[in-house]
């Protein structure tokens, strides 16, 4: 069975960092690139961030560029987001996205 879960998200005050975390299970995430796409209250998705399958290549959406990093670790198939100087625009339920299949989410507040 194919899984993605996400991990990582909360509240944190503008300027604050996390780091999101996606586990995939039944599939060889390297074979594919992943993306981490957003939600925020009463707007559509928004697409954020992919890396493809071996990490060498990235790909950004302009607002969050030279603050946010996606990176993967393929033997422990984990896809990464580390985001820094945190904005409330940033608020949103985060998902990660590869082989045609979705996580839960997880929710990032960012609020003072």
């Known amino acids: 069975e194919v899984q993605l879960v996400e991990s990582g998200g909360g509240m944190v005050q503008p300027g604050g960092s996390l780091r999101l975390s996606c586990v995939a299970s039944g599939f060889t995430a390297s074979s594919y690139h992943m993306t981490w796409v957003r939600q925020a209250p009463g707007k559509g998705p928004e697409w954020v961030s992919s890396i493809n399958g071996h990490g060498e290549k990235t790909w950004y959406l302009d607002s969050v560029k030279g603050r946010f990093t996606i990176s993967r670790d393929n033997a422990k198939n984990t896809v990464y987001l580390q985001m820094n100087s945190l904005k409330p625009e940033d608020t949103a339920a985060y998902y990660c996205?590869?082989?045609?299949?979705w996580g839960q989410g997880t929710q990032v507040t960012v609020s003072s």
């Open positions: 996205n590869g082989a045609q299949h």
